[in-house]
């Protein structure tokens, strides 16, 4: 039950990072901070996955002490109505009514945050879709408790922790690689951004560009990066081409926030 409602309230700390981020993102550039605040929200996202990857390791070497020391916990009885009832009851009530809404709320995340293309919002989502397993580990052990098998309720704590160190350890691999500029992913990281090849099929497409690489990531929501361009013979006002051509790029998707355009004499590997 412990390692359940710590899983619970560690369950906030997606939505507060987003909540976080989501005052800070949209802030103008200053002097200090010339490429604006958008990677607020990736800090935000490292942030709350180091907690959750700690907190699980946490819970984990808890639970692991608890089976090697051999406890046996014991759940007593409650008086309600002039009745006496086994407080394991009410535990397994509290937990299909704390883990069956989120499994409807992360379903209903998890499509914003494809729209919004953001992986804070969809960690969110997953671990809100997750909740279901957590419930139903600590039901059985609390069931196993009632049972006689004293160590069925550090085997559940132990199943939780595993969960929430896999969230943990997932969220902040995927943190680390955005904050070093990997190529942008999808949403729920399966699979590299097909944004990019788009914006180098439509650069390929026209007639004054010979060759065309683009490079891009990921700063929060947005995509920032440059289009590097070979040209063919003398198109003429280079200048008014080039301002043509971004303003095309960033018309293509909305999340292409900041591309420059960059003509060279050549393209190298």
């Keep these: 039950m412990k390692a359940a409602w710590i899983e619970d309230v560690l369950s906030l700390l997606p939505p507060l990072a987003f909540l976080v981020a989501a005052r800070f993102r949209d802030r103008p550039p200053m002097d200090r901070f010339p490429y604006g605040y958008h990677r607020s929200v990736g800090v935000a996202y490292l942030t709350a996955s180091a907690a959750l990857l700690a907190m699980g390791g946490f819970i984990l070497y808890d639970s692991a002490t608890v089976l090697v020391r051999f406890e046996h916990p014991s759940i007593g009885l409650i008086e309600l109505f002039g009745q006496q ?94 904050l070093m500029d990997r190529r942008p992913t999808t949403y729920d990281h399966a699979k590299p951004l097909p944004l990019v090849d788009q914006v180098e099929e439509h650069l390929r497409a026209i007639p004054w560009v010979a060759r065309a690489e683009v490079r ?54």
Excluded at 217 to 224: A, T
Excluded at 236 to 254: F, H, P
């Design 85 to 178: 009832i086994w407080l394991g009851w009410l535990m397994i009530g509290a937990l299909l009514y704390s883990g069956l809404p989120p499994v409807l709320l992360g379903r209903a995340k998890q499509r914003l945050a494809a729209q919004l293309h953001d992986k804070v919002l969809y960690a969110d989502a997953e671990m809100n879709r997750a909740d279901w397993a957590t419930a139903g580990a600590a039901i059985l052990g609390v069931i196993g408790i009632g049972a006689g098998l004293w160590w069925a309720d550090a085997v559940a704590a132990i199943v939780i922790s595993l969960d929430i160190v896999h969230d943990g350890y997932g969220n902040v691999r995927t943190a680390v690689h955005d």
């Design 216 to 269: 891009l990531r990921e700063e929060g929501h947005v995509l920032v990066g440059e289009a590097y361009v070979v040209l063919v013979g003398s198109p003429g006002d280079v200048l008014q081409l080039v301002e043509r051509t971004t303003r095309a790029i960033e018309d293509l998707d909305w999340r292409l926030h900041d591309v420059a355009v960059v003509v060279l004499p050549r393209l190298d590997s």
